[in-house]
């Protein structure tokens, strides 16, 4: 590989923390790549070769965790210090004729292989464990202030020695240095990864999740404010295999210490977790918000945005994708007990303009009317792909996986060496058990009519997974195909962020609802829930213009849903040129919670049922399995608001509607409590 004197040069230039400048004069060897293609070629060392595996030696006598690694699959235990032979990404280890040196036991251990497809390379662990984000990986190692568990906190000991052994474990490899701009070169800021050679992969995911830096544009007197390190046998030798990623604030600088290799905790949630923290502490604060963003063309040319928030498997890519038809039809609600339920003929659909997929820089530079206004955070998208069971379901999508202007990452794909991989072909977790999260990382520039830099929103949507809801067996399922908020109650779902049944992209936490915190991204924040609240209240005070809906997915009731309810509201709403209801068209919904319901919902001339829209009307569900899901949901809320109403610094108007809620208020109390802002629902 030809060396790139000029990058090594410009990197030690650059004023970076005296450890980082330890490292780079110590390591084994520095190399800047600076193109995909060569990042593809550190993978699998050759053009020839089309499968590898990434493998790490664990020194398995001084393991510090309780993983046995001498008890990992495919990790023969050897008796002899190993010697490491073929290319530094495909190691295999095997025992040294030399048998005067036994100070050491190593093992091998497999994290993931890769396969060289047509279409790009498909990345697959062997650990089942590691094909989903962990919601526990973060955790905060510094003494800036945190509503988060600390290090000491949860491991019980200081993170300073185990910092000061990455740093001595990363001289011992040969260290790719990624430069790239967090959060884009406008709002973001410069940072650094070192990532072992082993692990070019992952340099490849950050690469296309967060884009380059070119080293040679890059001015010597910046100052690199974030630093990530990626060190995948610490989770094995010091963490008991779980996934972990340490964030070590400073005032003039942020560190992230990686100890796993799945991207979604580090590469994508982490580098988020960055940008929360730099708005966090901004003059003014902003945000990077949680969501999906698509500008809708109707048939007749009205335009609208729509942003789409809500926790992980809340629908946001959902949002910017077309509806899933079968022959021009929506199975729009069907019964799974009778197979009886609504298909819609579906003749002309909104177009869609993509924005963004999944983080929204919120900066208040963007700010130039009385509606909130975002711009992608991202260079790529991390996309799910679990819906696409067979070919023909999205042909856009599938159109862009299979034959791709570049070579495409895939995770969870059972793509083989030399063929094609295929978006509906998931690894198998266990037999007849397909991985729930299939994904592939799509560069934002190769989507079919994005929409480059900002766009002021005029619908802000909550998207929420509903679990089934029957008399007999009631839950939280009560959600009408479409809720209308008020400013004040759309603040209140964007505190609790309920997680919503059968999360596709987590590690399963239990049963019942579950929390994803302040905005949908509280498990990616690093600081105070308070800090977070008022600047999501300071958001939507300073947005009156734009309106608040509440969606579901899955189920409505007793009917299987799953994001057509979405798609038929997005195409409702754009139809309608916003939330303008006329007077009497909007009614109070049975809870208070949910805000109001239309009472009609008319697309392409099919009324649709009440029952989709009222769910106490569905004689499966009744006024008894509804007010039981509300009791469920009641308590949900009090559970996450009451903390809140404790925290001195909360905006003094948060508190008030808070105790709406806590009281047992009436959606008018809620409409009065925030009057200013009321006008925008048309109520």
Partial sequence: MRHNHNHIERLHELQVLPEVRSLLEHAKSVYVPHSRSEL???????????????????????????TDASSMPNTPELTDTPEVTGTPNTQVATKKKDDTKHSLHYTPYKEAHISRCKNGIAINFFDTYMRRRDPEATVIADTLATDKRTFQDRFGRSFDPIRSETFTWLKTQDILVLPFYAGGEKYGYLSLAFIPRQAAFFALALYDLQGYADLEQVNVETIPYGYVYVAPPFRHTHFEG?????????????????YNLYPGPSAKKGVYSMLLNLGEHGTPPWSVLHCSTVRTVTPYENEMVIMHEGASGGGKTEMTQEPHLKKGKMHLAINPDTEEGIILDINDTCDLFPVTDDMGIAHNDLQTGRKLTVEDAEKAWFLRVDHLASYGTDPQLEELCIDPPEPLIFLNIDGKPGATALPWDHIMDEPEKPCPNPRVVLPRHYVQNIVEGSVSVDIRSFGVRTPRCTKEHPSYGIFGVLQVLPPSLAWLWRLVAPRGSANPSIVATGAGMKSE???????????????????????????????YI?????????YKVGFN???????????????????????????????????SFVFNSFQLPRWLLRVEEQVEVGKEGFDAGAKELHDFFHQELRPFREMKELNPLGKAIIDVCLDGGTIQDYVSVMPFLSASLGV
């Fill in 517 to 547: 915190g302040v905005g949908s991204y509280w498990p990616f924040a690093l600081g105070r829930k308070v800090d977070q609240a008022n600047i999501l209240l300071n958001q939507i005070q300073e947005s009156p213009e734009t309106g």
């Fill in 550 to 558: 509440l969606i579901p997915n899955q189920f409505i009731g007793a």
């Fill in 242 to 258: 779980k996934q972990v990623v340490v964030h070590r604030r400073q005032q003039q600088y942020h560190e992230m210490f990686s």
């Fill in 40 to 66: 593809m070629h550190i993978i699998f060392g050759s053009e020839e070769n089309d499968y590898t595996e990434v493998v790490f030696d664990l020194p398995a006598s001084q393991k510090k965790g309780t």
């Fill in 565 to 599: 309810a979405q798609w038929i509201t997005r195409e409702f709403i754009s139809r309608r040129n916003g939330l303008r209801f006329r007077s009497g068209k909007l009614s109070p919904a049975r809870s208070p919670l949910l805000g109001f319901v239309p009472t």
